[in-house]
């Protein structure tokens, strides 16, 4: 079937603007993860979406960083006034239960520059 | 905080070598360990899911430990090929996400 998807698969931007970037997670699947993978580090947690609980926002790095998910699908990360330590890799993963307790399945990431 | 150190940073074998990479973690208390394996450029192809209660799991030419009380995992990798040439990465589970570790890149010589 079908893995997560994400979309734009790269994105240049200028510092200020804003960006969304966008998850589809693994039909059936509850529960959504973002992370951010930087140059030279590892990848860190972002913030978890599960089912209609409020989501776990403990990641994200500052107030310019929002996420939403629609109807419990599709997710939406957005970076308003972008500055260039936000270039880095964005990814999206998806499992069925959630609270990390099983596989999570990543989907290839948008390669996020800021200029 | 969970920390999670991978050794070595780097890897270089030639073709047909066995290797064994290594994972470990601050906090033992753990549901599961994950070994994903990441391409240039590309996201994170999960390999092996080892539950807290398992020792090992086997998948292919792939087998990776978990050994809870002292913190460890290990990905053994048999008979290795070019194909593998990859960064290889583990993540154990927090609350609501995985702590990753910086991972090894791995390169098989042909």
């Known amino acids: 079937g079908a893995g997560v998807s994400q979309s734009p698969s790269n994105k240049v931007t200028e510092k200020g603007k804003d960006v969304e970037l966008r998850c589809d997670p693994i039909?059936?699947?509850?529960?959504l993860y973002w992370y951010r993978q930087s140059l030279g580090q590892g990848l860190e947690f972002l913030i978890y979406?599960?089912?209609?609980?409020?989501?776990?926002k403990s990641g994200l790095p500052s107030d310019r960083f929002s996420a939403e998910r629609t109807g419990g699908s599709v997710s939406t990360l957005t970076i308003q006034r972008t500055q260039q330590e936000d270039s880095a890799v964005y990814l999206c993963a998806s499992s069925l239960i959630g609270q990390s307790m099983d596989e999570q399945y990543f989907g290839p990431g948008t390669r996020l520059t800021v200029t | 905080k969970q920390e999670v150190t991978q050794i070595p940073a780097a890897l270089s074998v030639p073709e047909g070598e066995n290797l064994v990479l290594n994972c470990s973690f601050t906090d033992s208390a753990i549901y599961n360990l994950q070994w994903f394996r990441q391409d240039p450029g590309k996201g994170l192809t999960s390999l092996l899911l080892i539950q807290s209660s398992q020792r090992e799991q086997t998948s292919g030419r792939l087998n990776a430990s978990l050994d809870k009380s002292s913190g460890r995992s290990t990905l053994y990798i048999a008979a290795s090929q070019p194909g593998d040439s990859a960064t290889y990465l583990c993540a154990v589970p927090g609350a609501n996400n995985l702590f990753f570790g910086t991972g090894t890149r791995l390169t098989v010589i042909p």
């Open positions: 039909s059936g699947h509850t529960a």
């Open positions: 979406f599960q089912g209609n609980s409020a989501p776990d």
